[in-house]
């Protein structure tokens, strides 16, 4: 059973933990206490800045839906809430709701609006209100290489993995980043079941920036129970065992957990054919592999799944939507609905939700071990209120890698836009978009 451990952004002796801390390695030189504020599904909509906190953010990220119904002027007020947050780098993915920086998606709806306008004019706006609500194709994408955007630290992923190197600690940070999502309601950045979709998520990746979430983890819809998450994308994070997997897409799975991963080296309990390495081979006949062999070979047979990659014993949950929940008007529900208004009322007042897993932490994040999960849809409910995570990342081999005023490049070398970043990006614009809606009740919108 996952264990319920919420972390105050200050001391509260009255609060009271039923989790088990790990034992906390020493800490370690080579790695840097870094402090990340991630936020998601903002439609366009103010978020808050935290208030005043012990240390400065290094970082930001936006997993998506930066605006509702993909309005240009809700990127333009997106780039300016950004600049306000006093941190250099800023890094933003689309979601499904920011279609018309999906080009092809984008294209070939322009052409449906103009097709149906001119088949009946009173049906669809004329071409100049079109233009001025979404702009024209290409434009969205000019706002994130704007001066404003430069200006503010902002820096737009496209699908791929991008190096930097943060100015004021020196931690170097490997990024993932993806805002493909299975195809539901608003059509940008969408593949269908059929067509499936390739998380290429390397080994070594430090954070995994996606719009949706992976299936199993922070993904359940309340209404019906249905898992809304992606099974290739945690299939792909399962491999990858990055330190801090963000994201939003599903409102009501809005919150934090830090998973530790199932050790697979010891798969199956030896019975039968399989658990003793012997296997038929193409010809019938019966082939033995050695004990390392054959778990290489399950390993490789058997696809990730939260059912037995997550060891949910020794996973704790930060704080999530539905652990804020009172469900009956027992005694025992009343008197829990007092905590659970306390951390909203705290949620509210520090205009964050806050959680540290480093080394002195009552549960600190291990490399390879767990990976933090953060859903980070804004939720109105607590202010819209972002989460601000400490986790620690590898310091930089080359303190030289630190690049000031430079100049970033699109799929080459490249760098932070106002000297924040040293930034290798490569990346890919996939044509895997289709508005194939299906429905499990989620809020998805």
């Known amino acids: 059973m996952t264990t319920f451990s919420h972390t105050p952004s200050a001391p509260n002796p009255g609060s009271e933990s ?17 402090r990340i504020l991630i936020i998601s599904d903002t439609h366009g909509n103010e978020f808050p800045l935290p208030t005043s906190t012990d240390k400065p953010i290094d970082l930001v990220i936006h997993c998506g839906d930066i ?200 798969d199956g309990d030896g019975d039968g054919e399989e658990g003793r390495g012997r296997r038929r081979g193409r010809g019938g006949g019966v082939v033995v592999d050695s004990l390392e062999e054959a778990i290489k070979r399950r390993k490789r047979e058997r696809e990730p799944s939260h059912l037995v990659d997550i060891d949910q014993e020794r996973s704790v949950l930060v704080d999530s939507l539905e652990a804020l929940r009172v469900w009956d008007d027992t005694d025992e529900a009343l008197e829990a609905s007092e905590e659970k208004l306390r951390r909203l009322d705290q949620y509210i007042t520090d205009k964050c939700c806050m959680t540290s897993h480093c080394a002195g932490d009552a549960n600190p994040l291990i490399q390879e071990k767990h990976t933090l999960f953060v859903n980070a849809a804004a939720q109105k409910k607590i202010g819209r209120a972002p989460w601000i995570v400490d986790i620690e990342l590898p310091r930089a081999e080359v303190e030289g890698e630190r690049c000031n005023g430079c100049n970033g490049h699109g799929n080459g070398h490249g760098n932070g836009n106002n000297g924040s970043s040293h930034e290798n990006g490569h990346g890919s614009s996939e044509d895997n978009s289709h508005d194939n809606a299906h429905s499990n009740g989620s809020s998805r919108d």
């Open 67 to 266: 605006t509702r119904g993909s309005r240009i002027a809700h990127l333009h007020a997106a780039i300016a809430a950004l600049a306000r947050i006093p941190t250099p780098l800023k890094l933003v993915i689309a979601g499904n709701h920011d279609f018309t920086l999906d080009t092809p998606v984008f294209r070939a709806r322009l052409a449906e609006l103009r097709a149906e306008r001119a088949a009946d004019p009173s049906l669809v706006p004329a071409t100049p209100s079109l233009l001025d609500k979404y702009g024209d194709v290409g434009d969205a994408r000019r706002v994130f290489e704007s001066a404003a955007a430069r200006a503010a630290g902002v820096r737009f992923l496209d699908e791929g993995v991008y190096d930097f190197v943060l100015a004021r600690t020196g931690a170097r940070l490997k990024v993932y980043a993806s805002p493909y999502t299975p195809a539901f309601g608003t059509p940008g950045f969408q593949y269908t079941e059929e067509e499936g979709h390739d998380f290429a998520i390397p080994r070594g990746v430090d954070v995994v920036v996606s719009h949706g979430p992976p299936k199993g983890v922070l993904d359940r819809v309340p209404m019906n129970g249905a898992r809304a998450g992606s099974a290739e994308l945690f299939a792909a994070v399962a491999r990858a065992r990055p330190r801090l997997h963000c994201f939003g897409h599903i409102h009501e799975a809005w919150g934090a957990e830090l998973v530790t991963w199932r050790d697979q080296d010891g």
């Open 18 to 34: 039923v989790s088990t801390p790990e034992k906390s390695p020493n800490a370690n030189a080579n790695l840097i206490p870094t």
